[in-house]
């Protein structure tokens, strides 16, 4: 069973800056929608960032001007740029890939934003 993992995550300091990677531990065919989502402690997971085939990002008004996804040129890896980090970024971000045959979640990844 291929499975998605994630990197990238740590402890930063507000207005600070990271990059999130996923990375696919084998071949995953076609993949039509890859995303990342979020969960905040005591909140449901949440769509944040997602690329579809083309490349064509679209981003949740919460992220929107800090946060940029972009993949690889064969789709996976993908990755989640995080700019001007804040508080209320702190979460547990997963990346998700859908294919017409099934779809993969990683494990999730921790992003604590504190001074």
């Known amino acids: 069973q291929v499975q998605l993992v994630e990197s990238g995550g740590g402890l930063v300091h507000p207005g600070g800056s990271l990059t999130l990677s996923c990375a696919a531990s084998?071949?995953?065919?076609?993949?039509?929608?890859m995303a990342w989502y979020r969960q905040a402690p005591g909140e449901r997971r949440k769509l944040i960032a997602n690329?579809?085939?083309?490349?064509?990002?679209d981003y949740a008004d919460s992220v929107k001007g800090r946060f940029t996804i972009s993949r690889g040129d064969a789709k996976i890896p993908l990755y989640l740029q995080i700019d001007n980090v804040a508080p209320e970024d702190t979460a547990v971000y997963y990346c998700?890939?859908?294919?017409?045959?099934?779809?993969?979640w990683g494990q999730g990844t921790q992003v604590t934003v504190s001074s």
């Open positions: 998700f890939v859908y294919t017409d045959k099934g779809e993969y």
């Open positions: 084998g071949t995953i065919f076609s993949p039509v929608f």
């Open positions: 690329i579809d085939t083309s490349g064509q990002p």
